[in-house]
């Protein structure tokens, strides 16, 4: 197992984690730089970005400015490219072995795909979310403080931080009497609420996640989606849906892609799904094709 492996958050825990240096990833600490809450600063920008596997191009010249502190959703047909965009964010897309990154993709200014970017630092900034509910099978505190332990902060403070982001995540009030339980003994929707907090306990800057409610019933999907309204106001949420209710009810801008990996248009949701700009995706928002 490679370092980079480890750090994923669906990877299992081992033994031999050891935390980065602080200040030699590559990324400047935003919280330290004293960055302040924002509505439509830029914190994520691709420029001509294109991510190939083999020789098949799935993303094509996508440029984008995603704000931060916003709902941004990702929508498109079948293969066009959605999780792979989301995947490049993280650069989760090292761990395929045939893809290949082309442009830059900056967070907080910075191209993050820079030799000096540390992709397993990155990842504890920019946090991700599947679509299967994936808690490791230890116990509910386990769970969340795993991203705590990897990131070197197992202090005496890790209860108080387990509870704040079990809270954070909507979850505390039916978990706090069992925190030693499993986690895999959780309802679906708990298990992806779970997920959640760990994604948060270590203080992320965006969360990723991609199509996080489709494994679960409509009560809690519902939950799902009043969380994540909920986070923005804290964290930059970029989320990958096939539903474009889902994403018209909970997103402040929503990326279209459509085949080729091409990002055909980019604007305030209530634009995409009232009056976008392209036919083709207004064929696609109706439903003629995808
Ligand atoms: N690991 C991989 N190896 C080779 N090709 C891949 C890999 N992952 C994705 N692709 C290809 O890249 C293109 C984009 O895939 P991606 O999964 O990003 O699309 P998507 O829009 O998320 O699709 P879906 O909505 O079906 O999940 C597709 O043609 C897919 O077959």
Same mark, same amino acid.
């Given at each position: 197992?490679?370092?980079? *492996?480890?750090?994923?958050?669906?990877?299992?825990?081992?033994?031999?984690?050891?935390?980065?240096?602080?200040?030699?990833?590559?990324?400047?600490?935003?919280?330290?730089?004293?960055?302040?809450?924002?509505?439509? =600063?830029?914190?994520?920008?691709?420029?001509?970005?294109?991510?190939?596997?083999?020789?098949?191009?799935?993303?094509?010249?996508?440029?984008?400015?995603?704000?931060?502190?916003?709902?941004?959703? /990702?929508?498109?047909?079948?293969?066009?490219?959605?999780?792979?965009? @989301?995947?490049?964010? $993280? =650069?989760?897309?090292? @761990?395929?072995?045939?893809?290949?990154?082309?442009?830059?993709?900056?967070?907080?200014?910075?191209?993050?795909?820079?030799?000096?970017?540390?992709? &397993?630092?990155?990842?504890?900034?920019?946090?991700?979310? #599947? *679509?299967?509910? $994936?808690?490791?099978?230890?116990?509910?505190?386990?769970?969340?403080?795993?991203?705590?332990? &990897?990131?070197?902060?197992?202090?005496?403070?890790?209860?108080?931080?387990?509870?704040?982001?079990?809270?954070?995540?909507?979850?505390?009030?039916?978990?706090?009497?069992?925190?030693?339980?499993?986690?895999?003994?959780?309802?679906?929707?708990?298990? *992806?609420?779970?997920?959640?907090?760990?994604?948060?306990?270590?203080?992320?800057?965006?969360?990723?996640?991609?199509?996080?409610?489709?494994?679960?019933?409509?009560?809690?999907?519902?939950?799902?989606?009043?969380?994540?309204?909920?986070?923005?106001?804290?964290?930059? /949420?970029?989320?990958?849906?096939?539903?474009?209710?889902?994403?018209?009810?909970?997103?402040?801008?929503?990326?279209?892609?459509?085949?080729?990996?091409? @990002?055909?248009?980019?604007?305030?949701?209530?634009?995409? #799904?009232? $009056?976008?700009?392209?036919?083709?995706?207004?064929?696609?928002?109706?439903?003629?094709?995808?």
């Amino acid at each position: 197992m490679t370092n980079e *492996q480890m750090t994923s958050s669906e990877t299992e825990p081992t033994d031999d984690q050891t935390a980065p240096t602080p200040g030699t990833d590559g990324l400047a600490d935003r919280a330290d730089a004293g960055a302040e809450t924002t509505t439509d =600063r830029t914190l994520l920008e691709t420029r001509d970005l294109n991510v190939y596997y083999g020789d098949d191009r799935a993303l094509t010249d996508v440029d984008i400015e995603i704000p931060e502190k916003q709902v941004t959703a /990702v929508i498109g047909p079948s293969g066009c490219g959605k999780s792979t965009f @989301l995947r490049c964010i $993280n =650069r989760m897309n090292d @761990l395929v072995d045939a893809a290949h990154v082309e442009g830059e993709l900056l967070f907080d200014g910075k191209n993050v795909y820079d030799d000096d970017v540390d992709p &397993v630092a990155l990842r504890r900034k920019i946090g991700m979310v #599947f *679509q299967s509910p $994936n808690p490791f099978p230890k116990s509910i505190r386990d769970n969340v403080a795993y991203g705590l332990k &990897v990131q070197g902060k197992d202090d005496d403070n890790v209860d108080e931080k387990v509870h704040r982001a079990l809270e954070r995540a909507a979850l505390l009030e039916e978990v706090e009497d069992q925190l030693d339980s499993s986690g895999l003994d959780l309802s679906g929707g708990q298990q *992806q609420r779970l997920c959640i907090a760990r994604a948060i306990a270590p203080d992320p800057d965006v969360i990723l996640m991609d199509e996080p409610a489709s494994a679960l019933d409509p009560v809690a999907t519902s939950k799902i989606e009043d969380l994540i309204e909920d986070l923005a106001e804290e964290y930059t /949420v970029v989320i990958v849906t096939h539903n474009m209710q889902q994403a018209a009810r909970i997103s402040d801008k929503t990326a279209v892609f459509l085949t080729g990996g091409e @990002l055909v248009e980019f604007d305030d949701t209530n634009k995409i #799904f009232e $009056n976008p700009e392209h036919d083709r995706v207004e064929d696609y928002i109706t439903g003629k094709f995808g």
